[in-house]
């Protein structure tokens, strides 16, 4: 069963407009832990924001944003005042820590396009 | 401070063709992982390491071997080659959650493996 769901294929946001990317997920754990990475096309992977499962309030890194809904099990990433530069790939994934390890899984991915 | 480091960035093999990939961090992480990331799809968790001595499959381990070789670095063994191990592949490395601390996974900048 796939643990991570991201529904958006790709999407297309106006410069300087706010996005926000669908995340979610499935857990039977308490403790776990939630990331969004940015992939531009150059290939590497750049971490944007975290959100502990147990952190009440919801991450914000300069422009960036975590909706989360943990009743819900989501966890959307809001990113505002869009620029051209976010165009990339966009992963959600989940930390789940087990007996002694922490194991990540990822989603598929959004497509982001940004448009001047 | 390199962050995590991979080596080679590009590799061709033949079919039946053994290789290691290198991996190493300066971050005093204890977790290390890696992945593949196949076209359209997010990354998938090959192998990864909880801490130096210990190493456990991930959800695609089938043709791969691993050695914790010491904190700093992780390699991945392909012992015969095949075609549908043609991938890029990261390496990864984070430190284990505490409760209530901020987290990430950094990432090294990708092997890509093209296997004939």
């Known amino acids: 069963a796939q643990k991570i769901t991201q529904t958006q294929p790709g999407m297309f946001v106006q410069e300087k407009e706010a996005v926000t990317l669908d995340c979610t997920y499935d857990t039977s754990d308490q403790s776990y832990g939630l990331f969004w990475y940015k992939q531009p096309s150059s290939g590497e992977m750049i971490f944007l924001i975290y959100q502990g499962s147990y952190d009440e309030q919801n991450a914000t890194e300069g422009r960036y944003s975590l909706n989360f809904q943990k009743a819900r099990k989501s966890a959307n990433l809001v990113i505002s005042a869009s620029q051209l530069g976010d165009s990339a790939m966009y992963f959600c994934a989940m930390r789940e820590r087990k007996t002694s390890y922490d194991k990540v899984i990822f989603g598929p991915g959004t497509s982001l396009s940004v448009i001047p | 401070n390199a962050g995590v480091t991979q080596t080679p960035k590009f590799q061709v093999l033949k079919t039946g063709q053994s290789m290691t990939l290198q991996c190493a961090q300066d971050?005093?992480?204890?977790?290390m992982y890696w992945y593949r990331q196949d076209p359209g799809m997010g990354l998938r968790l090959i192998y990864y390491?909880?801490?130096?001595?210990?190493?456990d499959k991930g959800e695609v381990p089938n043709g791969y071997n691993v050695s914790r070789l010491n904190k700093r670095e992780f390699s991945l063994r392909l012992e015969s080659a095949a075609p549908s191990q043609t991938s890029v592949y990261f390496c990864?490395?984070?430190?284990?959650?505490?409760?209530?601390?901020?987290?990430?996974?950094?990432f090294g900048p990708g092997t890509r493996l093209l296997v004939l």
């Open positions: 390491s909880a801490s130096e001595g210990t190493t």
């Open positions: 990864a490395s984070s430190e284990r959650l505490v409760r209530g601390y901020q987290e990430t996974q950094y």
């Open positions: 971050m005093n992480h204890n977790s």
